[in-house]
């Protein structure tokens, strides 16, 4: 699903989270409002990485990850009637950070609506400090995308 303004990956996106638009996520000017694409990446987040959890649950007593910086470019408008997905991928892994590309796109038309990329820290809550990405949650992810990092 691409449209002419978003950028091509390089990758296939495995994992779409269909989302509703309420009554109250419309603006002034009648279209979807800035803050609530995030909140619908946010449930994006979670969809894809409940998926490699045991139970489907984070265990925050000891290891999560936390967003460090979020980059997102509004391509289009969206509407109260339409029919919207997040789209969310690892786009790279490193030491003690990752980096997802999620889109924000229409499940009609594919067109892409917005475009983020989020980079998050592996985060140890008991000792408030960093931690490496474990080689389990790096194989995990390469199975699931099909692909080495």
């Not at 691409?2 to 009554?23: D, T």
């Not at 959890?53 to 936390?66: A, I, S």
């Not at 590309?101 to 499940?107: G, H, K, L, P, T």
């Not at 009609?108 to 474990?134: D, H, P």
């Amino acid at each position: 699903m691409s449209s002419h303004n978003a950028p091509e990956a390089p990758y296939e996106f495995h994992h779409f989270l269909p989302v509703q638009i309420r009554f109250n996520d419309i603006d002034v000017l009648g279209h979807l409002n800035n803050a609530i694409y995030l909140q619908f990446m946010d449930l994006g987040k979670t969809g894809y990485f409940r998926q490699f959890m045991d139970g489907g649950r984070f265990n925050w007593d000891t290891l999560g990850l936390v967003i460090a910086n979020i980059n997102i470019d509004f391509l289009a408008p969206s509407f109260i009637h339409e029919d919207l997905q997040v789209m969310t991928a690892v786009a790279s892994i490193g030491n003690k950070s990752l980096v997802l590309d999620q889109r924000v796109a229409s499940i009609t038309t594919g067109e892409v609506k917005a475009v983020a990329k989020v980079t998050m820290v592996c985060y140890n809550t008991r000792t408030g400090s960093t931690e490496t990405i474990s080689d389990e949650w790096r194989h995990k992810i390469s199975v699931y995308e099909g692909r080495k990092f």
